[in-house]
């Protein structure tokens, strides 16, 4: 589709967004929020008529794309159908959604609770785990995020999290295993496999395992920088979790659905948990939608006991329709094939080659259409192009490196010294290597940051 330009309806449209919206994580005076016209797969338009290649997905959560046909035909269907009913009812579009999930899930994760997206996803999960086994901690990662309401951004191992943070959620924060800058003084990856899972357990020995209900973990962490854990990690969790009685919630928010090129990230990593949390690509966010899978035993604990916990809107038809659409569309069109396709044929090697070329790249990593550059002032120290969570002056090399990818028309995602590249999964080779030359001219901007 060619966008045409009608600068003045953008300009009415950003009016009424400066005079009325409250946007989230922001200093409402010191944004500029871009008036979008429309979108349509891997691309959307503001109203000047300029187009750029999404490597966002939205809030990596488009992965079919925008605006996908059969979709939209599933919402409109669906909506003339029954538009809304409530979540005590057996619905087809509810059921069918929850069966289609649950069949690609790892395990006996079988049982699907709905709700309206991650941060209640993840809430819900604690609560879950807190009432199976009676025990107060939670367990999460530094370099993690988990959404952002009260408990989840307790959760949470990033600067979000502070303002919030109540110092009394029974929330414990441990590292995890990120080879590039080591917190355990590792050599290797299996020196920092080792040494991650020996802190874990200290930390479970020190708090009490007795006191503990669950470790939350992101399969591979998202907005924290797309750490792909080292062989080994995630079962070796697993196992400590089974060894003291512990809940192991993996959150597949951001990495499930076609992301890393498996239905969930666990399936890398031969891995079952008891409860996995998923929000976002489930309808490419076509309609919001989250929720938790259950295992048996934890099932089971509510089997003759009230789970005391639910929302007015948990499987909402219009969402639970979009779901359905958008896991059969998957299928039909591959497209968890084509993000481990494209992944290891374009973005792995296109991704390698930039940072040969440009010495602001200190790291590449990834996995389907799930992959982070480390941006750095210095290979050799590894120094990092911008200080932890800067602001204003101090992320200015950052600010110039997202304005020169704008500028060749692709949306990043930057995060503190890091680039994402996410698009969505069904983008195609020439998609990819477009904004593959976009990002190596952008690059040559931080380029001139290196020391």
């Known amino acids: 589709m060619t966008p045409q330009p009608n600068p003045e309806v953008g300009a009415a449209v950003k009016a009424a967004d400066r005079a009325h919206v409250f946007h989230s994580w922001s200093a409402q005076e010191l944004i500029d929020p871009l008036a979008v016209a429309g979108a349509q797969g891997s691309?959307?338009?503001?109203?000047?008529?300029?187009?750029?290649?999404?490597?966002?997905?939205?809030l990596v959560y488009t992965n079919i794309g925008y605006?996908?046909?059969?979709?939209?035909?599933a919402i409109q269907e669906q909506a003339a159908r029954m538009t809304t009913f409530a979540p005590a009812f057996a619905v087809e579009a509810r059921s069918e959604a929850a069966r289609l999930i649950a069949e690609r899930t790892p395990g006996d994760l079988d049982r699907i609770f709905f709700t309206n997206g991650g941060a209640d996803a993840v809430e819900h999960a604690v609560r879950m785990a807190r009432l199976h086994t009676g025990r107060p901690k939670v367990l999460s990662a530094y370099r993690s995020y988990h959404g952002g309401t009260q408990q989840a951004v307790n959760i949470t191992g990033d600067p979000r999290r502070w303002a919030s943070d109540?110092?009394?959620?029974?929330?414990?924060?441990?590292?995890?295993?990120?080879?590039?800058?080591?917190?355990?003084?590792?050599?290797t990856e299996e020196q920092e496999c080792?040494?991650?899972?020996?802190?874990?357990?200290?930390?479970i020995a020190f708090e009490g395992p007795s006191t503990i209900a669950a470790i939350v973990l992101e399969t591979i962490p998202g907005t924290a920088g797309i750490m792909t854990p080292p062989a080994g990690y995630l079962a070796g969790v697993r196992e400590l979790c089974?060894?003291?009685?512990?809940?192991?919630?993996?959150?597949?928010?951001?990495?499930?659905?076609?992301r890393t090129g498996e239905w969930f990230a666990a399936d890398l990593y031969d891995v079952v948990p008891d409860l996995m949390t998923f929000a976002k690509g489930v309808n490419s966010g076509y309609v919001p939608l989250g929720g938790v899978a259950i295992s048996g035993?934890?099932?089971?604990?509510?089997?003759?006991?009230?789970?005391?916990g639910g929302l007015t809107y948990s499987g909402h038809p219009l969402a639970c329709a979009a779901a359905v659409a958008t896991i059969n569309v998957m299928e039909e069109e591959g497209v968890v094939e084509n993000a481990a396709r494209l992944g290891a044929?374009?973005?792995?090697?296109?991704?390698?080659?930039?940072?040969?070329?440009?010495p602001c790249v200190g790291e590449v990593r990834g996995v389907g259409m799930f992959w982070a550059l480390e941006l750095v002032r210095d290979r050799e120290t590894r120094e990092p192009l911008v200080p932890y969570n800067a602001t204003g002056e101090a992320n200015a090399p950052m600010a110039a490196f997202a304005a020169a990818a704008k500028e060749g028309g692709v949306w990043p995602f930057v995060n503190m010294n890091r680039t994402h590249v996410v698009p969505p999964c069904n983008v195609s080779e020439a998609e990819l290597k477009e904004g593959l030359a976009v990002l190596d001219a952008a690059l040559s901007v931080a380029d001139g940051y290196v020391a």
Do not use: C, N
């Open 43 to 58: 691309y959307f338009w503001d109203y000047d008529g300029r187009r750029y290649l999404d490597f966002t997905s939205g």
């Open 67 to 73: 605006q996908h046909p059969k979709v939209i035909a």
């Open 166 to 187: 109540s110092g009394t959620a029974g929330v414990v924060h441990f590292w995890a295993p990120f080879p590039y800058r080591s917190r355990f003084y590792a050599g």
């Open 194 to 203: 080792a040494r991650a899972l020996e802190h874990l357990e200290t930390t």
């Open 242 to 258: 089974d060894t003291y009685g512990i809940v192991f919630v993996l959150d597949e928010v951001m990495a499930g659905f076609g």
């Open 297 to 308: 035993a934890i099932a089971e604990t509510f089997a003759r006991r009230p789970y005391p």
């Open 345 to 358: 044929s374009v973005v792995g090697p296109g991704l390698r080659e930039l940072a040969e070329r440009h």
